[in-house]
Nanobody, 126 residues
Framework: VQLQAYGGGLVQAGGSLRLSCAASGRAFNMYVMGWFRQAPGKEREFVAA????????YYADSVKGRFTISRDNGKNTVYLQMSSLRPEDSAVYYC????????????????????WGQGTLVTVSS
């Protein structure tokens, strides 16, 4: 499976943006998919994740209530709908995957994901 993220851009504070991550390959529906971000000078951080069937979602506290992760296994795509964007949301956003059917409570981290796409830049102006 290979991942390709897109949809980043420049948006004003308070605006919305939807990121997409398209996966090639047949095994997409056995992967937990996640989004991470990395701002300049900072470490990459977890943003959101979804279980293999979308039945369980996970969010960083900083984006809860503003961001929504979803997936369409028929299209091999995972989405990140971002609303009420803030300048501090500016970062390069990466999608990532790990083969797992786990859907319980868990604090996902970068170390859990072995498959990464290239990043897409999101810039939120104040």
């Amino acid at each position: 499976v290979q991942l390709q993220a897109y949809g980043g851009g420049l948006v004003q504070a308070g605006g919305s943006l939807r990121l997409s991550c398209a996966a090639s390959g047949r095994a997409f529906n056995m992967y937990v998919m996640g989004w991470f971000r990395q701002a300049p000078g900072k470490e990459r951080e977890f943003v959101a994740a979804t279980s293999w069937n979308g039945g369980k979602t996970y969010y960083a506290d900083s984006v809860k209530g503003r961001f929504t992760i979803s997936r369409d296994n028929g299209k091999n795509t995972v989405y990140l709908q971002m609303s009420s964007l803030r300048p501090e949301d500016s970062a390069v956003y990466y999608c990532a995957g790990t083969p797992s059917y786990y859907s319980g409570d868990y604090d996902w981290s970068e170390a859990d994901f072995g498959l990464w796409g290239q990043g897409t830049l999101v810039t939120v102006s104040s």
